[in-house]
């Protein structure tokens, strides 16, 4: 039930705009303006944005609401532009759906910068069982998510990356997204596909990759899922005028051997130093890195991708970002100093010899979460530096005994449950 053109010029009341989608009618731009607008200036009340966001979920949003919602979400704050003169190469980003041991954004960031790029990158929290990247950022002391716009705009010119939380950038998103987590209405492919490149509009990009995932321990639990939100997000992007790639991902199981914030920080220091690069995380930071060097029409720059982890300037890089943003200057050198560890940690030993068959990302996430590396309530503090580490992968042959994964706790009564449960979590086949 599309209404006619007349009806645009009107501003409606939030009962209006909720009783026009709960019909399963269709909102113009100019209902769009004056939602984004009603949640900016909070004219629009919770109980609203939770009946709005229900209804959208409900009964869907076409490709022109969700093109016309992520425009007004992206210019409800500040937009980047920037100066291209003082620059040496595009500005670029990637963002992931969330996944489980996801750890890409720590080491890709650095990466682009050594090669050229600038990377101005607007990350999350965890939700629910995924990992987000301000959380594992908030592991290194001093670290600042939220510092003056002014400040990360620089960081990103001289340093050639930045990552912090959208403060000013597209600030509709921060209170529809906690509005979407407290009413279950999270995972709708439209308000996904806004939520995320309203965002990515507002830094102002020359191109953009998309990490889609599919699997237990992603927003799209099977891969037409991952294609379906992958096709709104292209339409979109290619409505904005962004030049996006998009890479669909598995995620059944962790991406990598670490799961947890501190942990997942120390991984992409040993990734960038070299001590560590675990086969499928590699793979997929190659992938991503040469998708998005493509969008931006600039895949020359990916042959120095190899030089840049090989001479240690990615590695740099990201330390030299990390002080930047409040944290110790020598966090490459001396990680240990610097990254909590938990009091207690156990290893995980195969009770037979075999081949692991599965291993269940959603479970391992779930248990990470619930030992404090993940928020149950948005208002839990996190403990940084529990999780899992040392995770092998599904495929590796393994001896009876053998470890297959460490778990690092906080409280002696938590360390045996907790085996427990990753042990439920890897089947090992015997061959
Ligand atoms: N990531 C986002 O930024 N927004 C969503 O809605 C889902 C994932």
């Known amino acids: 039930m599309e209404r006619d053109g007349l009806s645009e010029h009107l501003i409606r009341t939030p009962q209006d705009l909720i009783r026009i989608k709960r019909d399963r009618g269709a909102w113009s731009r100019a209902d769009i303006a004056d939602l984004v607008k009603g949640i900016t200036s909070a004219a629009i009340d919770d109980a609203q944005l939770g009946a709005l966001a229900m209804a959208a979920y409900l009964n869907g949003l076409n490709s022109r609401e969700v093109a016309s919602l992520t425009l007004e979400v992206a210019s409800s704050g500040r937009v980047l532009k920037w100066d291209k003169s003082g620059l040496q190469g595009p500005v670029v980003d990637k963002h992931s759906t969330g996944g489980v041991g996801d750890t890409v954004s720590l080491i890709l960031a650095p990466i682009l910068a050594a090669v050229g790029c600038h990377v101005p990158m607007i990350s999350g929290r965890g939700l629910g069982i995924t990992g987000g990247t301000l959380d594992k950022l908030e592991s290194i002391p001093g670290y600042n998510c939220y510092p003056d716009l002014q400040h990360f705009v620089e960081t990103v010119q001289k340093v050639g ?3 912090a939380g959208a ?4 600030p509709a998103d921060r209170r529809l997204y906690a509005v979407r987590d407290a009413t279950a209405t999270v995972d709708s492919v439209g308000l996904i596909t806004a939520s995320i490149l309203s965002k990515k509009l507002a830094e102002g990009l020359d191109a953009l990759v998309l990490d ?3 699997g237990s321990g992603a927003v799209n639990r099977d891969r037409p899922a991952g294609r379906n939100l992958s096709e709104s997000l292209r339409e979109v992007a290619d409505l904005a005028g962004l030049p996006v790639s998009i890479v669909l991902s598995e995620m059944d199981q962790p991406l990598s ?4 914030n501190a942990l997942e920080v ?4 040993d990734y960038l130093c070299g001590r560590a690069r675990p086969e499928r995380l590699h793979a997929l930071v190659l992938k991503l890195g040469e998708a998005v060097l493509e969008a931006a029409g600039e895949s020359d720059r990916f042959s120095q991708v190899e030089a840049a982890l090989e001479d240690g300037s990615a590695a740099e890089v990201f330390g030299r970002s990390v002080a930047a943003m409040g944290g110790p200057s020598d966090l490459i050198s001396k990680p240990d100093q610097h990254l ?17 068959e599965t291993m269940d990302a959603a479970a391992i996430g779930r248990l990470v979460c619930e030992l404090g590396g ?3 309530h948005a208002a839990d503090r996190i403990d940084h530096a529990v999780g899992v580490s040392e995770l092998a992968s599904v495929g590796d042959p393994v001896e009876s005994g053998q470890p297959i994964a460490r778990i690092h706790v906080r409280q002696e009564r938590e360390l045996h449950p907790a085996l427990d449960r990753l042990r439920e979590a890897i089947s090992v086949a015997e061959e």
């Open 161 to 163: 990356m930045a990552i």
């Open 167 to 170: 403060g000013r950038l597209a």
């Open 212 to 214: 889609v995932k599919w």
């Open 257 to 260: 051997p670490a799961v947890g």
């Open 266 to 269: 120390r991984l992409a220091i």
């Open 340 to 356: 909590e560890e938990a009091p207690l940690s156990a290893p995980l030993c195969a009770d037979h010899s075999g081949r692991i």
């Open 374 to 376: 993940g928020r149950i």
